[in-house]
């Protein structure tokens, strides 16, 4: 830097002892031009914008009349707008943090599905680069339906069973029991919708999944909870009777199961340890 020259917007900016040619933009003159012109654009009064870079009101000149905006423009720049949702294979790229905030990472997948669990810090995807922060994913994005970018380390899910003019249906919640082209997901961070077709169940489903978020609340927002609310509605003319229920496999000894002579052990479900709350465990021996 010239010290003769101190505001010299073109220092600095060049090989050591080197200056930009006439007319060239530095790098500290671009960012000083985009700054100010952000700042006249958040920024409403003269005062506000002259105190933001410790100058006089007198110095402040707007360039330009503010823009009047129509009703219809307004109207536009206020409204929610319509979600966008997906289906067909689409839904198997969708991964909706629903783990709560530093709780560990889990996925609500576009069918519903829960995936890409965080558990005892082992590794989920196995593909090269997988856990690169530096972008692979967005040229070959991870699926939940392709085991060479995802490989579950432990089976979990959700199922639906209706009873009606005697006749039971069981369907899981996730594309292995719909048509992945009927399955609708919208997204709404931090809240997402799946939508189930018919498909030969006298009752339509629908999913509202989340994990708690409130802003300015932190504690609350760090629960590690995640909510699957599901809707059944009765679409026949029948009484139908809906059961609905979740399942999953132990996620214990993950690794040493496979290097040390583990042994694990189920005992049977009975439906009364349910009411009482819970199904009960035990170490064999």
Same mark, same amino acid.
């Given at each position: 830097?010239?010290p003769?020259?101190?505001?010299?917007?073109?220092c600095?900016?060049g090989?050591?002892?080197?200056r930009l040619p006439?007319?060239?933009? !530095?790098?500290?003159?671009?960012?000083?031009?985009s700054l100010s012109?952000?700042?006249?654009g958040i920024?409403?009064?003269r005062?506000d914008?002259?105190?933001?870079? !410790?100058?006089?009101?007198d110095q @402040?000149?707007? @360039?330009?009349a *503010?823009?009047?905006l129509d009703?219809?423009t307004a109207?536009?720049?206020?409204?929610?707008?319509?979600?966008?949702s997906?289906s067909?294979?689409?839904?198997a790229?969708i991964?909706?943090p629903v783990g709560?905030?530093?709780?560990g990472?889990?996925?609500?997948?576009?069918d519903? $599905? &829960?995936?890409?669990w965080? @558990?005892?810090?082992?590794? #989920?995807?196995v593909a090269?680069?997988?856990?690169?922060c530096?972008? *692979?994913?967005?040229?070959?994005p991870?699926?939940?339906l392709?085991?060479t970018?995802y490989a579950p $380390?432990?089976?979990?899910?959700?199922v639906?069973?209706?009873?009606?003019?005697?006749?039971?249906?069981?369907?899981?919640?996730?594309?292995t029991?719909f048509?992945?082209a009927? @399955?609708t997901?919208?997204?709404?961070?931090p809240?997402?919708h799946?939508?189930?077709?018919?498909?030969?169940?006298p009752?339509?489903?629908?999913?509202?999944?989340?994990s708690?978020y409130v802003?300015t609340?932190?504690?609350?927002?760090e629960?590690?909870a995640t909510?699957?609310?599901?809707?059944?509605k009765?679409? !026949?003319t029948?009484p139908?009777t809906?059961?609905l229920?979740?399942?999953?496999e132990? *996620?214990?000894? &993950?690794a !040493?199961?496979? #290097?040390?002579p583990?042994q694990?052990?189920? *005992? $049977?479900?009975?439906?009364?340890?349910?009411?009482r709350g819970?199904i009960?465990?035990?170490?064999?021996?």
């Open positions: 830097m010239d003769t020259q101190p505001n010299d917007p073109y600095c900016d090989p050591k002892g080197a006439i007319g060239a933009v !530095s790098r500290r003159a671009f960012l000083t031009s012109a952000a700042a006249f920024l409403a009064s005062a914008v002259a105190a933001a870079f !410790s100058a006089r009101p @402040i000149e707007r @360039i330009g *503010p823009a009047e009703a219809v109207k536009a720049l206020t409204d929610r707008g319509v979600p966008t997906w067909g294979a689409a839904l790229h991964g909706m709560g905030i530093t709780t990472q889990l996925y609500l997948g576009g519903g $599905r &829960l995936w890409w965080d @558990i005892d810090n082992g590794p #989920t995807l090269p680069g997988a856990n690169d530096g972008g *692979p994913h967005y040229v070959a991870a699926s939940y392709d085991r970018t $380390r432990f089976r979990q899910g959700f639906i069973r209706t009873v009606s003019a005697g006749q039971t249906v069981t369907r899981a919640l996730d594309s029991g048509d992945p009927g @399955i997901f919208t997204g709404r961070y809240l997402a799946v939508d189930y077709p018919a498909g030969g169940l009752v339509s489903v629908s999913l509202e999944a989340f708690p802003p609340n932190v504690d609350d927002s629960l590690p909510v699957m609310a599901y809707t059944v009765n679409t !026949s029948q139908v809906v059961t229920a979740g399942w999953s132990a *996620p214990v000894c &993950l !040493s199961r496979n #290097t040390q583990v694990l052990h189920t *005992p $049977r479900f009975h439906r009364q340890w349910w009411r819970g009960q465990c035990h170490r064999p021996g």
